[in-house]
């Protein structure tokens, strides 16, 4: 099973990205709101015995930690020629933390520079659907530990786990 560790926009987000065209452009598939995950780390194909260490490891590096601002835009971006993407802000040391807890379940294999983005398009993405203005602020207060049970033509996100972000003490 594909797993990741992301945030959600909220409704008022969706809404924002809903907003920016989505030209039909050959080679181009355009993702479902469903699919919109902020990804703090994509861990690939992960047994199903390592879900629940997973979880209790994201639970246990993340208890305390505050909620974390994001900001999102200026202007979408073409990632790679395969993707499309709204950048995101604000969510590096998260990403940090998550990756911390869970190297020692899921090892890095590729290692690359942490960047935050919601996916909207895939394929042979052309530069000119790069560059759409887009802005908005949110507060994300929950991390997912995300199943993609997706088939052709019909997104399927099923929420494994759910850390609140809560800015509580730490035990010492």
């Avoid at 919109?36 to 194909?45: A, E, F, S, T």
């Avoid at 590096?61 to 994001?70: D, I, K, R, S, Y």
């Avoid at 908005?136 to 997706?150: F, K």
Wanted: charged residues 20%; glycine residues 10%.
């Amino acid at each position: 099973m594909r797993l990741s560790v992301a945030v959600r926009p909220p409704a008022g987000i969706v809404r924002v990205l809903g907003e920016l065209p989505r030209t039909p452009t050959p080679g181009v598939s355009w993702a479902d709101p469903a699919q919109w995950l902020v990804k703090l780390r994509p861990l690939g194909h992960v047994p199903e015995r390592l879900f629940a260490p997973l979880a209790d490891a994201l639970a246990a590096e993340l208890a305390g930690a505050a909620p974390v601002t994001c900001g999102l835009g200026p202007a979408t971006r073409r990632l790679g020629g395969q993707w499309l993407g709204a950048p995101v802000t604000g969510l590096e040391e998260l990403a940090a933390a998550v990756f911390e807890a869970t190297a020692g379940l899921v090892p890095v294999t590729h290692p690359q520079p942490f960047q935050a983005d919601v996916v909207l398009a895939r394929g042979r993405v052309p530069a000119s659907l790069a560059g759409e203005p887009v802005a908005g602020e949110w507060v994300a207060d929950t991390v997912l530990l995300v199943a993609d049970r997706s088939a052709p033509g019909r997104p399927l996100f099923e929420d494994l786990a759910t850390i609140r972000l809560t800015e509580e003490p730490r035990d010492a």
